[in-house]
């Protein structure tokens, strides 16, 4: 021991990595049966099936998982499933409403401006003392 290294702050040797982090995105249907496949293919108690674990980075339920959704639908089941909400299918009918409300939404801001116009011109045609004809009433 040399005087400068104090020897209980010396840190041991990081051990070399033997095991591989699980996947996060999952394995294909091909990987999931082919690990099944081998883990299978070993007997119980079999030091090598935990090895193929660590080696692969699956546990023991995934194993049983896959075991059940071969039984229940074999390679197709076993796929990936993508995450999140089914998309649902388009309404024609929502679609036209809300076009429609979009529309009318437009409409409506078209109108007022048309009708501010027209305040505007009958307020000017006053103060120029304008005689604005009459419109034919609907009467006729």
């Known amino acids: 021991m ?3 290294r104090e020897p209980w702050l010396s840190l041991p040797p ?3 990595p033997t ?5 996060i995105n999952g394995w294909t249907a091909a990987e999931k049966l082919a690990i099944l496949t081998e883990y299978e293919s070993y007997p119980r108690g079999d030091p090598r099936r935990g090895a193929l674990l660590r080696r ?3 546990y023991t339920s995934h194993i049983s998982k ?3 959704q071969r039984e229940r639908g074999a390679l197709d089941r076993l796929a990936p499933q993508p995450s999140g909400r089914k998309p649902q299918p388009r309404d024609p009918l ?3 409403v809300e076009r429609l409300r ?3 939404a437009r409409l409506q801001e078209r109108l007022q401006k048309a009708e501010t116009v027209i305040e505007i011109q009958k307020k000017v045609a ?8 009459t419109p034919p009433s609907a009467d006729r």
Not at 126 to 132: A, E
């Open 2 to 4: 040399s005087p400068d």
């Open 14 to 16: 990081a051990p070399e």
């Open 19 to 23: 095991e591989v982090r699980p996947r």
């Open 56 to 58: 692969t980075g699956t």
């Open 66 to 68: 896959w075991r059940k």
């Open 94 to 96: 929502r679609d036209e």
């Open 102 to 104: 979009k529309e009318n």
């Open 126 to 133: 006053q103060l120029l003392g304008v005689v604005m004809p």
